[in-house]
């Protein structure tokens, strides 16, 4: 299905620093708990991520990622998630994040 561009100018996708991560019991499949920094325009945004195949939580602390950040908020388990990271999907359903190749201010607009 094929999208016009006024369709993804609606997508926010932003850069932001992961600045901490929790295990999340509760979810469905394993997942951490992520907050995450995007700067001073939009402030800290919580997410639940599925990517515990690949990452550790030793991992993640720091690492800048991107992620949509204009989605409305979701309730997963007793967790409310307010963005969504993104990464490419593995057949095996294992999460490869999307991150800048260089650090860039928290908040950037991914174009």
Request: with cysteine.
């Amino acid at each position: 299905m094929e999208i016009s561009w006024s369709d993804f100018e609606k997508v926010e996708m932003r850069v932001g620093t992961i600045v901490e991560v929790n295990d999340f019991p509760k979810a469905r499949k394993p997942a951490y708990q992520l907050v995450i920094d995007f700067g001073t325009d939009i402030g800290l945004k919580k997410s639940s991520a599925q990517i515990t195949r690949r990452y550790t939580r030793e991992e993640l602390l720091n690492r800048q990622v991107v992620a949509v950040v204009n989605f409305p908020k979701k309730q997963i388990a007793n967790f409310m998630s307010e963005c969504l990271v993104v990464g490419a999907v593995g057949d095996e359903g294992d999460v490869v994040l999307l991150a800048p190749d260089f650090k860039v201010e928290n908040g950037q607009r991914i174009a």
